[in-house]
Antibody, heavy 120, light 109 residues
Framework: EVQLVESGGTLVQPGGSLRLSCAAS????????MTWVRQAPGKGPEWVAH????????YYVDSVKGRFTVSRDNAKNSLYLQMNSLRIEDTAVYYC?????????????WGRGTTVIVSS | EIVMTQSPATLSVSPGERATVSCRAS??????LAWYQQKPGQAPRLLIY???TRATDTPARFSGSGSGTEFTLTVSSLQSEDFAVYYC???????????FGQGTRLDIK
């Protein structure tokens, strides 16, 4: 079964840094666009960052530009999100998601998420 | 940014009945609209893309319609496993922007 497993979420103070990881398995990771999506408590999902299959293109939602960096290691079937200068409003469950086979702008496979809490 | 607005926020329906969820875009997204289902403690699951095409493993009782700015998700005969939160997502602005609605909770009446 296709699988995505996120890790790295924890409690961190405002202004701190965190690196999230996502381990992919049972599909050709190097062929797919990947996205980080977050969901604050009681809110709808919000896309955070996209990265293309070879890692040469990345895009960010305005609220994280300059603070977050998405990257991937296709040899390790892994996706990463480096989060710096964290703010209280970054508190959310962070999901790693794979583009669907049908349209690369929708997410057909999701991990279970990892929780980031930014609080003093 | 394209803003997606869903209605109602909560819908109470009895099992076996039909449920209809609406999604409106602040400007036209053509047919670039997807629907997701999310159950408590789980990640969203893609149900429909292209406004009306069911994703793999989506039961036939789920159907999507609409284009431009007005969209609808219909569940023809609600099963117990269908009670969840439903989100619409536009991808007309991709890359890179995709935006989700705020969600509609489908509750058992």
């Amino acid at each position: 079964e296709v699988q995505l497993v996120e890790s790295g979420g924890t409690l961190v103070q405002p202004g701190g840094s965190l690196r999230l990881s996502c381990a992919a398995s049972r599909f050709p990771f190097y062929n797919y666009w990947m996205t980080w999506v977050r969901q604050a408590p009681g809110k709808g999902p919000e896309w955070v960052a996209h990265i293309n299959p070879d890692g040469s293109e990345s895009y960010y939602v305005d609220s994280v530009k300059g603070r977050f960096t998405v990257s991937r290691d296709n040899a390790k079937n892994s996706l990463y999100l480096q989060m710096n200068s964290l703010r209280i409003e970054d508190t959310a469950v962070y999901y790693c998601a794979r583009a669907s086979r049908a349209t690369i702008a929708t997410m057909g496979v999701w991990g279970r998420g990892t929780t980031v809490i930014v609080s003093s | 940014e394209i803003v997606m607005t869903q209605s109602p926020a909560t819908l109470s329906v009895s099992p076996g009945e039909r449920a209809t969820v609406s999604c409106r875009a602040s400007r036209s997204v053509s047919h670039d609209l997807a629907w997701y289902q999310q159950k408590p403690g789980q990640a969203p699951r893609l149900l429909i893309y292209g406004a009306s095409t069911r994703a793999t493993d989506t039961p036939a009782r789920f159907s999507g319609s609409g284009s431009g700015t007005e969209f609808t998700l219909t569940v023809s005969s609600l099963q117990s496993e269908d009670f969840a939160v439903y989100y619409c997502q536009q991808y007309h602005d991709w890359p890179p922007r995709i935006t989700f609605g705020q969600g509609t909770r489908l509750d058992i009446k």
